[in-house]
């Protein structure tokens, strides 16, 4: 039986749910889940949440606290939906990378 490094490469790459949302209970006020699966404006997140923090005293960090904490239960109703999406990433990619090396060794 032939092991495939590539293929367990692609496995070690896959991004897991259950990671994902315990990130996101522990950690998803500084946005960590979305560091995790590589997600834009994860330092956006982290940054209103520094911010907000920093200005509870002013009473303006309660704002920030308000939009950290939709932000967060939205993250919390998409994250399963990102997970998938970044796993087929993955797979799409390492398909096409195949074809191509395909391509490029039968033109030879």
Known sequence: MEVNVEQMRLEEQKKNVVVAYLLWWFLGFL????????KSKAV???TISIL???TIAFLVGYVGLLVMFVWWIMDGIRLHKWV???NLQLI???ENSKKSELTNTSKR
Do not use: P
Request: no cysteine; proline share 0%.
């Open 44 to 46: 956006v997140m982290l």
């Open 52 to 54: 907000s923090a920093l």
């Open 92 to 94: 799409d990619n390492y």
């Open 84 to 86: 998938e999406e970044y």
């Open 31 to 38: 946005g960590a889940h979305r560091f995790y699966i590589k």
